[in-house]
């Protein structure tokens, strides 16, 4: 069975820094695309950050440059570092992971085979 644990998440105040982690266990992530997604109220799930099966990496215009997405196979775990936040990245963030390998940003939510249950992401002023 497979499982995506999210953790991480919490308050910060705007400029402030966040790591996401995700642990997975009956999967190994490498190989093939896992993103981070995010849901704020009322706003559909977008994707912000993936990692290909080669391990390259893409975001979203709206963290390009503050946000990094990083794989530790070692310990089959993707992180989301979070820097220069403000109340627009405030949501519940998901990881996710897809059995295809490539172009990974641009695959929709039903393309992603396995989800985590979201870990809540707040950023106040």
């Known amino acids: 069975q497979v499982q995506l644990v999210e953790s991480g998440g919490g308050s910060v105040q705007t400029g402030g820094s966040l790591r996401l982690s995700c642990a997975a266990s009956?999967?190994?992530?490498?190989?093939?695309?896992v993103a981070w997604f995010r849901q704020a109220p009322g706003k559909e799930r977008e994707g912000v950050a993936t990692?290909?099966?080669?391990?390259?990496?893409d975001y979203s215009d709206a963290v390009q440059g503050r946000f990094t997405i990083s794989q530790d196979n070692a310990k089959n775990t993707v992180y989301l570092q979070m820097n220069s936040l403000n109340s627009e990245d405030t949501a519940m963030y998901f990881c996710?992971?897809?059995?295809?390998?490539?172009?990974?940003?641009?695959?929709?939510?039903?393309?992603?085979?396995?989800w985590g249950q979201g870990t809540q992401v707040t950023v106040s002023s």
């Open positions: 990692i290909d099966g080669d391990g390259n990496t």
């Open positions: 009956g999967y190994t992530y490498s190989g093939s695309c």
């Open positions: 996710a992971a897809s059995l295809f390998r490539w172009f990974c940003l641009s695959r929709g939510i039903s393309e992603y085979n396995y």
